[in-house]
């Protein structure tokens, strides 16, 4: 059974940092693509960015590249999202995901993992 399981939302201010955790198992995150998207209300789930598989190829969307990072531990089969540099436009509920695709994507209908999500606020 895969279970995805994000932690390390909450609270604060416009500027500051948060990183949430995706924790794995019944998948191996070096063997998938895992992703991080996340959802505002009223709008529709967006890609933040993944890191592929072996090669740990990351790619990110414009709005948060240079701001947000994303890390793996192997060992421990969690991935990280770091964000720094909040914003309240990043305020959403995040979500990790997993991917069995050959390459990289922002599809989230290419995800076939969830998690249950985290919510992150940022006051400004």
């Known amino acids: 059974q895969v279970q995805l399981v994000e932690s390390g939302g909450g609270l604060v201010q416009a500027g500051g940092s948060l990183r949430l955790s995706c924790a794995a198992s019944g998948v191996t995150v070096s063997s998938y693509c895992m992703g991080w998207f996340r959802q505002a209300p009223g709008k529709m789930r967006e890609f933040v960015g993944y890191?592929?598989?072996?090669?740990?190829?990351?790619n990110y969307a414009d709005s948060v590249k240079g701001r947000f990072t994303i890390s793996r531990d192997n060992v421990k089969n969690t991935v990280y999202l770091q964000m720094n540099s909040l914003k309240p436009e990043d305020t959403a509920v995040y979500y990790c995901?997993?991917?069995?695709?050959?390459?990289?994507?922002?599809?989230?209908?290419?995800?076939?993992?969830w998690g249950q999500g985290t919510q992150v606020t940022i006051s400004s």
């Open positions: 995901a997993a991917s069995r695709s050959l390459w990289g994507t922002i599809s989230s209908i290419e995800y076939d993992y």
């Open positions: 890191i592929y598989r072996s090669s740990g190829t990351t």
